[in-house]
């Protein structure tokens, strides 16, 4: 089956303590991104892949850190999380289309619900 | 600074009845605009997209519409079911994924 998949699916932390929230997926995708939802605000995107070792801010990267060593694995990382980083994490994936033709589409993952005491 | 705007943060419609979602934006170099919906405890799912080359895309039950010159899209969903009830983002994007921007969501409610 098709998928992206997030672990954890929820995680209360601490201030300061490190975390690593992962995300794998299994179409072979080149693009990979990684989203977050707060309300009244919408998704929010934080960091992006073009694809293995290629990796770039989206609106919102500070206090967060992203690496692609592999296709299938985007893991985002917060090195000293903040109260102000509780949210609902999505990590999403797609492919490269020619534009005009068929128009780009992602594949979200179920959300990673972190809150940070 | 929201390129992509949903005036709307929710919607009843009733069953049968026409729903529309309606979405805005400002950056003119968006080429490509899309419609995910979103269940609770879910991530949000792709809907239907639509080039900037094209006016109107249809899916079924779903259409959506793009106005250019008013930097306006929405969509419609007809006849709308109780399973349609959802929260609906708006995105937009251009140089392929480099960037998509989401709008803040509109929650639509079908009464059966």
């Known amino acids: 089956e098709a998928q992206v998949t997030q672990n954890p699916r929820y995680l209360i932390t601490v201030t300061g303590k490190k975390l690593t929230v992962t995300c794998s997926q299994n179409?072979?995708?080149?693009?990979m991104s990684w989203y977050r939802q707060d309300p009244g605000l919408g998704l929010r995107q934080i960091y992006y892949?073009?694809?293995?070792?290629?990796?770039d801010k989206g609106d919102v990267p500070e206090g967060y850190k992203v690496s692609r060593k592999e296709k299938r694995n985007f893991p985002l990382i917060l090195e000293s999380p903040s109260p102000n980083q509780t949210s609902l994490y999505f990590c999403?994936?797609?492919?490269?289309?020619?534009?005009?033709?068929?128009?780009?589409?992602?594949?979200f993952g179920p959300g990673t619900r972190l809150t940070v005491l | 600074d929201q390129q992509v705007k949903q005036n709307s943060p929710s919607l009843s419609v009733q069953e049968g009845r026409i729903s529309i979602l309606n979405c805005d934006y400002t950056n003119s170099m968006f080429d490509y605009f899309l419609w995910y919906k979103k269940y609770p405890a879910e991530g949000p799912t792709f809907l239907i997209s639509i080039s900037s080359i094209k006016d109107k895309n249809e899916d079924g039950r779903f259409t959506v519409f793009l106005n250019k010159s008013a930097k306006h899209l929405s969509l419609h969903i007809v006849p709308s079911q109780p399973g349609d009830s959802a929260v609906y983002f708006c995105?937009?994007?251009?140089?392929?994924?480099?960037?998509?921007?989401f709008g803040t969501g509109t929650k639509l409610q079908v009464i059966p």
């Open positions: 999403a994936s797609g492919e490269f289309r020619d534009r005009g033709r068929k128009t780009d589409t992602q594949y």
């Open positions: 995105a937009a994007g251009y140089g392929g994924y480099q960037k998509v921007t």
């Open positions: 179409m072979n995708h080149e693009y």
């Open positions: 892949s073009m694809n293995v070792e290629v990796t």
